[in-house]
């Protein structure tokens, strides 16, 4: 694998100990974050078969859970004051719109997969971008390889595939351009409610 990718862990590592979270996966976005960690569950079939999210959220969140073959349960939640919700049952975290110091101790994340947004509009404003704290390190073995095409970390021609991945890697120059904001970044990081649609009218969403 090229050293270009070096700054790429360089972003996990800065990241995962700004939140004091043990592990970080960078991967292109928050959604993909969700997912991978929704598939994950899957392949360790502790994925409920109902998944309890907001009726206003992000788009993004619905479809992953419904891509991962479970049906969404929704129901009002005023998640945006804090940032963050979990997807009840599972120990999954969206949290796109709340970063700060120690969170993921301080919080009580530990044992949460705690799923990042790095869009333009987040807390740290890459363009497109996120990652996955946990403290699970044979989860973050199988995410990496998720993210990557089911590849490991290392050139194409002296690799066995693990399985059949997708391609949700954070590019490098995301990950520089990530590494230069995270030094302006405050120790706590809200940001303001959003318009959300109400998913829950939608039929294709539906029980």
């Not at 592990?23 to 360790?44: D, M, R």
């Not at 101790?105 to 333009?120: M, P």
């Not at 509009?121 to 095409?149: H, Q, S, Y």
Request: net charge neutral; with cysteine.
């Amino acid at each position: 694998m090229s050293k270009a990718y070096d700054v790429v862990r360089l972003l996990e590592s800065e990241v995962a100990e700004f939140c004091g979270a043990p592990f970080g996966v960078a991967v292109e976005s928050c959604s993909a974050a969700i997912f991978l960690c929704l598939k994950y569950l899957q392949h360790k079939n502790d994925l409920p078969e109902t998944i309890k999210i907001p009726r206003f959220t992000y788009p993004s969140v619905a479809n992953a859970v419904i891509h991962c073959g479970s049906v969404c349960d929704f129901h009002d939640a005023k998640w945006q004051k804090d940032g963050y919700y979990v997807l009840r049952p599972t120990n999954i975290v969206d949290s796109a719109k709340y970063m700060a110091r120690e969170m993921y101790k301080r919080d009580g994340f530990n044992k949460h997969f705690v799923c990042l947004s790095f869009h333009a509009k987040k807390t740290v404003p890459v363009g497109r971008g996120g990652m996955i704290l946990t403290d699970d390190k044979n989860a973050v073995e199988w995410l990496k390889c998720a993210r990557f095409d089911g590849r490991h970390e290392k050139a194409l021609h002296e690799d066995t595939l693990a399985f059949a991945g997708w391609n949700m890697m954070l590019t490098p120059e995301q990950a520089a351009r990530g590494l230069e904001l995270m030094q302006w970044l405050k120790d706590e990081n809200l940001l303001p409610p959003d318009p959300y649609t109400d998913l829950s009218k939608y039929s294709f969403y539906k029980l």
